[in-house]
């Protein structure tokens, strides 16, 4: 199982903040950047959020990331349909000497 | 443009092989390291493997470490994964992945499925 554990599931209604929470250790967050990803159903995931707070070109403002010790967090402003999606975080871990993705976050627009 | 495109999945016995490809355009190829990323049916994702530039280097997650092998020949532009003694739990959706410069894994290819049953 992933040692960086996230919620199973998030959900909100059209034009609300959700945020989803990835947990983590000084191995990994703590040490390293994170980066976030955006699954979309039956696609292939895509770069949401690098380097713990960048977004990549054509990644809408409304998606941002933050990171606070052992714990990363990302943040949709203005939640809309199309950001239905399975989310994740990864990052590099020290100890283990290999990357390690998150437990993934299913967020549903109700 | 830039693309990805894996290939050589598809339904195998356990304790059989298989080699997966991973055919890259549209950027330089053996400027970027490359990795291997799984996901299970209705699972997460699981980093696998990656592999650096000039092949200097390779690390593996723990779960596959000695059955899958990743190599990659530049000339061809294309990044493998060897594997190996394969179980029932290897069923998955095979991803390759380009790590950027800055890092993170900024481009994906579609994905090819492997299953492995008798």
Known sequence: QSILTQAPSASG??????????????????????????????????????????????????????????????????LQSEDEADYYCETWDDSLNGHVFGTGTRVTVL | QLQLVESGGGV???????????????FIFSKHSMHWVRQAPGKGLEWLSVISQRSDRTFDADAVKGRFMISRDDAKNTLFLDMTSLRPDDTAIYYCARESEAGPFDYWGQGTLVSVSS
Do not use: M
């Open chain 1, 13 to 78: 209604t059209p034009g609300q903040r959700v945020t989803i929470s990835c947990s983590g250790s000084d191995s990994n967050i703590r040490s390293n950047r994170v980066h976030w990803f955006q699954q979309l159903p039956g696609r292939a995931p895509n770069l949401l959020i690098s380097n713990t707070n960048q977004r990549p070109s054509g990644v809408p403002d409304r998606f941002s990331g933050s990171k606070s010790g052992t714990s990363a967090s990302l943040a949709i402003d203005g």
């Open chain 2, 12 to 26: 195998v016995q356990p304790g059989r092989s298989l080699r997966l490809s991973c055919v890259a355009s549209g």
